[in-house]
Structures are given as C-alpha cells and as structure tokens.
T-cell receptor, first 117, second 113 residues
Framework: GAVVSQHPSWVICKSGTSVKIECRSLDFQATTMFWYRQFPKQSLMLMATSNEGSKATYEQGVEKDKFLINHASLTLSTLTVTSAHPEDSSFYIC?????????????FGEGSRLTVL | GESVGLHLPTLSVQEGDNSIINCAYSNSASDYFIWYKQESGKGPQFIIDIRSNMDKRQGQRVTVLLNKTVKHLSLQIAATQPGDSAVYFCAEMGMDSSYKLIFGSGTRLLVRP
C-alpha cells in the first residue's frame, strides 16, 4: 500500500525554539495533506489542510502563525511549530491523499512526537 | 480545531469473544465513514470503511454497521485476538470540497488472554 513517511519520529526541543516536521508521500503524489495533533489518551484533532501550491486551510482555533504549513511539492508537506512551548508537546500526525484519489483513500504517517522542555 | 470527545473509554474482552465498539458521529451530512486502529506511538491504521448508502459492510473478521437515523457506527470484531488490543477510532468525511476526515473519540480495546 501507499506509504507516508514522517520525520523526525520524535524530537525534544527547548522552549522558544522552532521545530520542523516533514511529511512525505513515498510512492504517490499528494495534492492534499492533513495535519493532526493528538494529546495523550485523546483523539486526533485536525489542525489544517495542506494543499500543494496554495495556502493551508486552518481549523478554527489553530494559530496559523504558530503552526506554519508549507506544501511546496506533490510529495512533501512541512509543519513548523514556531516558538514552541511545553503546551505544544504532542503527537503530530500527517495524512496524505493520492492525487488520483478515491474519496477517503487517506494514508497516515507514523507520527512525530514533540516534547518541549 | 475540530474534535469529538476528549476521553477514551475502555472495552475489555476475553480472547476469542466478539467485540463491539460503538461510535456516535457528529455530522448528518457525512457521506463516508472509516474505522481506524491505532497502536501506541503509531499512526492510525485503516480497518474498514463504509459509505452512507450502505448499512453494513463486512471484512475479514470485522463488520461495520451504520445507522444514519441515529448517527451511529459500530465495529464488530469476531474472535478477538490479543493483537487486536489497541485504540479504535471512527472517522467521518463529508463530500464537500475539502474531504476532511474528522475523528471520533475512540475506544481502547483490551483483550484478556
């Protein structure tokens, strides 16, 4: 099946620094990628929809200036957590839709765990 | 961001028994539903899906039931195995231009040996 790779799988950073997480579709082109955040023992919360070549669409309550999303190519989307604080510590998961998609054919990455000290 | 539910209820079953995991979805306009399995520290894994024009779909050892009248989904796992222990999420998608997938609250399944 289609593979979505996230990097890094885990990262620890100091408060106030910025962290970039990459999401790559390895064997298909993804015009749309989605970024989710998951706190312990909770569900996945959609943060934003990343569209190749255009601005991301953020969900209500998600700060676009804090969570910068770039989708510069059909196989790569990046999420940058700017000026990270301990409350940003979470599990970030991306998903990607194949360019020739069947609605619902979403492939998920293995997630990136961010810990902010 | 959108989220449905903040807690994970737990279902404990004996190995070999059948499991039924329930989910209430939020949007009556949702057209497509998916069940995912998530193991600790990993991303969601697709289990089975169903479209709104169906009320039942079967896979290997799994069955999904959809009741649109009460906006309810269930996942039935036959002959539950220890490897089935995980958190299970339902997710819904509308057929608007965004095709966003919104996750439900999830249920932790524990299989007793």
């Amino acid at each position: 099946g289609a593979v979505v790779s996230q990097h890094p799988s885990w990262v620890i950073c100091k408060s106030g620094t910025s962290v970039k997480i990459e999401c790559r579709s390895l064997d298909f082109q993804a015009t749309t990628m989605f970024w989710y955040r998951q706190f312990p023992k909770q569900s996945l919360m959609l943060m934003a929809t990343s569209n190749e070549g255009s601005k991301a669409t953020y969900e209500q309550g998600v700060e676009k200036d804090k969570f910068l999303i770039n989708h510069a190519s059909l196989t790569l989307s990046t999420l940058t957590v700017t000026s990270a604080h301990p409350e940003d510590s979470s599990f970030y998961i991306c998903s990607a839709r194949d360019k020739g998609f069947i609605p619902g054919e979403l492939f998920f990455g293995e997630g990136s765990r961010l810990t902010v000290l | 961001g959108e989220s449905v539910g903040l807690h994970l209820p737990t279902l404990s079953v004996q190995e070999g028994d059948n499991s039924i995991i329930n989910c209430a979805y939020s949007n009556s306009a949702s057209d497509y539903f998916i069940w995912y399995k998530q193991e600790s520290g990993k991303g969601p894994q697709f289990i089975i899906d169903i479209r709104s024009n169906m009320d039942k779909r079967q896979g290997q050892r799994v069955t999904v039931l959809l009741n649109k009248t009460v906006k309810h989904l269930s996942l039935q796992i036959a002959a539950t195995q220890p490897g089935d222990s995980a958190v299970y999420f339902c997710a819904e998608m509308g057929m608007d231009s965004s095709y966003k997938l919104i996750f439900g609250s999830g249920t932790r399944l524990l299989v007793r040996p």
